[in-house]
């Protein structure tokens, strides 16, 4: 079997016990808000959020805008937690006509978005296994209830190592959204020199140089991030 870190075959007595926590981690899905979503880093051919390994998340919030295609619709949702995001719903159009599944959830339409982050990766979109109308407006906040645990539980990766997602989610209280933004990219990043600026700045594209530098400068005088090997790479603690 393949060693998914690159480090050539893997030997076949492992391979049960990867082979069940990566079943594990595609089975699971991670409720999560789009600023956790955006914040996310692609670690070889994982995503991680939060420090933990998603390939199924899910996310509530309003549509803004819905356009029906030939053969799937386009929603912009947003939760107010980050920028809009664009999500690509595919449809059986021999089951149901897009344009109608745009007047059941139009603007202003709460829902629950099922998103495959694998599936994701490296689009202009997120591309959604579901989507589905809200009709009780408790699921918002029963939704943000469950990002707040779903966060604070301890993790590992596919491979065993645990990750620092209970540490990262205390130390994100008290700041920010933008600072606590740019806490996970840092956080996420698995290289031993850190991520540069540039690197944070291509994560938060929506965010300007000195919003960045702003949070930045706070975030190391609060102790929770550090410059490594020159003042544009930086760390968690």
């Known amino acids: 079997m393949w060693d998914p870190r690159g480090c050539g075959l893997s030997q076949a007595h492992h391979g049960g016990a990867q082979e069940a926590r990566i079943t594990r981690a595609t089975l699971q899905i991670l409720p999560c808000t789009v600023s956790q979503l955006l914040s996310g880093a692609e670690v070889g051919d994982s995503y991680v959020i939060g420090g933990r390994e998603v390939n199924q998340a899910s996310i509530v919030g309003v549509v803004r805008r819905c356009v029906p295609f030939d053969n799937h619709v386009q929603y912009r949702v947003d939760d107010m937690t980050g920028p809009p995001v664009d999500v690509k719903l595919w449809v059986n159009t021999e089951a149901v006509d897009p344009v109608l599944l745009c007047n059941a959830g139009g603007p202003g339409t709460y829902v629950?978005?099922?998103?495959?982050?694998?599936?994701?990766?490296?689009?202009?979109?997120?591309?959604?296994?579901?989507?589905?109308?809200?009709?009780?407006?408790?699921?918002?906040?029963?939704?943000?209830?469950?990002?707040?645990?779903?966060?604070?539980?301890?993790?590992?990766?596919?491979?065993?190592?645990?990750?620092?997602?209970?540490?990262?989610?205390?130390?994100?209280?008290?700041?920010?959204?933008?600072?606590?933004?740019?806490?996970?990219?840092?956080?996420?990043?698995?290289?031993?020199?850190?991520?540069?600026?540039?690197?944070?700045?291509?994560?938060?594209?929506?965010?300007s140089f000195s919003t960045i530098r702003r949070s930045l400068e706070a975030l190391i005088k609060g102790g929770n991030v550090f410059m490594t090997i020159d003042e544009d790479h930086f760390k968690s603690i």
């Open 112 to 207: 629950k978005v099922l998103v495959n982050v694998r599936r994701s990766q490296g689009q202009g979109s997120l591309v959604a296994n579901s989507i589905r109308r809200l009709e009780d407006l408790n699921e918002v906040t029963s939704h943000m209830l469950e990002v707040v645990q779903a966060h604070m539980l301890p993790s590992e990766r596919a491979d065993g190592t645990p990750l620092k997602a209970v540490a990262n989610e205390i130390a994100s209280y008290g700041l920010s959204t933008v600072q606590s933004q740019v806490l996970n990219v840092i956080s996420n990043c698995p290289c031993k020199e850190g991520i540069s600026f540039d690197g944070i700045k291509r994560k938060l594209d929506y965010l």
